[in-house]
């Protein structure tokens, strides 16, 4: 005869399998909050892995803007430094070169060919160190951090009040800003020139350099510019305008109408060779009597409209870096022929 089972063996088995439904519960609660500490875990260690990223693109950034601007000084001292010694001497010097011909002549006697042909080399042992003309170029505009809203007078002795400065137009397919695209072509420019023999006095070097129209003007002049080019471009409401100008003040202007003349000329060659290296429809030389920037100019002085950042075709030739060598160089051959 079998037995029944006792009360107590029945509890101590529904006992027995409720500490290991308790244990599976609970074992299997402790997995998922491991499973979930640990995805959490990574989620933080990515983040982790992210901010280390970027502050180390961060600090490569400031390691390279720090050498540039420390290599830009070096070469600003060292132009400063060879730009001083040449106005010194030369008020003294039987040799002083009056006449300014083009550093491209060959009526000097002392220019062999070989000569010649290492003008467009760059660098300290070119012969026509600190004999080439001095060029002042501005890079229109600067960048939307820098405010240069207050006013100044549009000439000398003008009641006239215009802005220091602004940032100019931008590609409206591209999205370049124009203060950048000058710069760009700017320093580019500045290249060719220096290889070419010429000395270059630049009224900026990056984006953020608060100077005015007024400024700039004066600052190329009193480091010896004998001409002054304001590198700009050109923008309106249709989309449908394409093509470059250059402007000079007009015979009539109040302020500089003795400069009117060479203006036109430096403006033209200009204007001819860009148009000629970049194939730009050629706008013409047009008058303008209410531009700061020419009216404080003492020297012959001309804006380039390089082309139209609102229309489609200019404006994606002119982001391309490759054709603003283009650019440049129709720019940088527009003032040999302006010495030629």
């Not at 951090?145 to 940032?167: H, L, R």
Request: proline share 3%.
């Amino acid at each position: 005869m079998k037995r029944k089972p006792s009360f107590i063996s029945i509890l101590l088995v529904i006992t027995g399998l409720l500490c290991i439904a308790s244990l599976f519960f609970f074992g299997f609660n402790t997995y998922q909050q491991i499973v979930s500490t640990e995805k959490d875990l990574n989620g933080v260690m990515d983040q982790v892995s992210q901010e280390q990223q970027k502050l180390k693109d961060s600090a490569n950034l400031y390691t390279n803007a720090v050498d540039q601007k420390q290599a830009e000084n070096e070469l600003q001292e060292k132009r400063a430094s060879g730009t001083t010694e040449e106005h010194e001497r030369a008020p003294g010097s039987e040799d002083a070169d009056s006449s300014k011909t083009s550093v491209f002549s060959r009526k000097d006697a002392g220019v062999t060919q070989e000569d010649e042909e290492n003008v467009f080399s760059s660098g300290e042992d070119s012969i026509f160190d600190n004999h080439g003309h001095v060029i002042g170029i501005d890079p229109g505009h600067q960048g939307y951090n820098v405010d240069m809203s207050s006013t100044e007078p549009i000439g000398p002795g003008s009641s006239e009040m215009k802005a220091k400065a602004s940032t100019g137009t931008e590609g409206s397919y591209t999205g370049l800003p124009e203060y950048q695209l000058n710069l760009d072509v700017s320093m580019k420019l500045k290249t060719i020139l220096e290889s070419r023999g010429y000395q270059v006095i630049m009224t900026r070097t990056d984006n953020d350099t608060a100077i005015s129209n007024k400024e700039r003007a004066e600052y190329v002049a009193a480091n010896g510019a004998e001409i002054y080019v304001r590198i700009h471009a050109n923008g309106e409401d249709s989309h449908t305008s394409s093509g470059a100008l250059t402007m000079a003040p007009s015979p009539e202007n109040p302020y500089i109408p003795e400069l009117s003349e060479e203006s036109t000329q430096l403006s033209q060659c200009i204007l001819d060779s860009y148009c000629q290296a970049t194939g730009f429809a050629n706008l013409g030389v047009q008058y303008y009597d209410n531009m700061t920037g020419i009216n404080w100019s003492t020297v012959p002085v001309t804006i380039i409209e390089m082309g139209f950042m609102t229309n489609q075709s200019d404006d994606t030739l002119m982001s391309d870096s490759s054709f603003q060598d283009t650019m440049a160089e129709g720019i940088a051959n527009g003032i040999d022929a302006y010495f030629g």
